[in-house]
């Protein structure tokens, strides 16, 4: 949005960068607009695309396929939940549905955690390891059709640095 195409909205939100209630806010000029929305675009794009490749090629989701990849990533290939939850940016809840179905079918179990009784974790089987090491091809290749072989390797780094200062600001709100 422009501000050309609303009037001044008062707005009430937490954070030094937007507007208070009876400031103008800072409208995005035409350019800033334009990347916007070809940002907005290429992600729901991007996402989709590896998510119906993901259901044509692999015995896992995109979601469960990044799950299985944490783990494997993790010391025993086990995490606590909700290192697990934060890892994947996702809700605790939604991730404790998706270990659950991921669960049903053999590819993680959960144990109670050692020395905690409150916390839950969660540990790849030999199962889901099978089914991570055969769906890795597939997804490496669509990731590479989609991305990284359609930018160049300076926006593909500009891409990566730019994500991460974006995840690091979403975070530090979310903390504070």
Known sequence: MTSND???QPTTTTGSTTATAGEEPRWLDAEQQRLWRAYLDGTVRFIESLGRDHEERSDVSLNEYEL???LSESPDHTLRM????DGLARSRSRVTHTVARMEARGLVRRSASTGDRRGVNCA???EGYR???ASAPAHVAAVRRFMV???TPEQFRALGEAMAA???ACKADRDS
Not at 82 to 85: E, G
């Open 149 to 151: 072989d359609v930018l």
């Open 68 to 70: 299985l990849v944490r």
């Open 131 to 133: 089914v991570l090491v």
């Open 124 to 126: 790849m089987t030999p």
């Open 166 to 168: 974006v995840a690091e």
């Open 82 to 85: 909700s290192a697990l939850a």
């Open 6 to 8: 609303v009037d001044a």
